[in-house]
């Protein structure tokens, strides 16, 4: 079963995203941080499909995640939707955007066509 994993230290965000992989069929898991993503990953035999990520939070945000598993050979080929309300950073390495707030059924369809392999561009 596919898995993906949500980075995001707003519990509330947390959890409705981590219903709406549930809903999805995906099995979720869950970090609260960069660093605790990191951990959990390399605790993780095989990686999740896809890592959805905020950008702003404590110890390591959303976007040094990014670059972290760009830099893991193992990791690096996992697609990442970056989500936050400060608007799309401009270092030319998010390829999956969602401006916050986000419309639920564009969250849900950029999922599904990033699991499946079939997403190819930033989301509205």
């Given amino acids: ?5 949500i980075v995001d230290d707003e519990d509330a965000l947390l959890e409705m995203i981590a219903n709406i992989v549930d809903d999805l069929g995906y099995t979720c ?13 390399q605790e993780e035999t095989e990686p999740p499909a896809l890592i959805i990520s905020d950008i702003m939070m404590p110890k390591m945000n959303g976007l040094e995640l990014l670059h972290k598993l760009r830099a893991d050979i193992r990791l690096r080929g996992i697609p990442v939707i970056l989500m936050s309300a400060a608007g799309l950073p401009e270092d030319g390495t998010v390829q999956h955007f969602l401006h916050k707030p986000f419309n639920i059924d564009t969250l849900v369809d950029l999922i599904n066509d990033l699991v499946t392999g079939q997403a190819s561009k930033t989301a509205p």
């Fill in 1 to 5: 079963m596919n898995r993906v994993l």
């Fill in 29 to 41: 898991l869950v970090a609260t941080n960069g660093h605790e993503a990191l951990d959990l990953l």
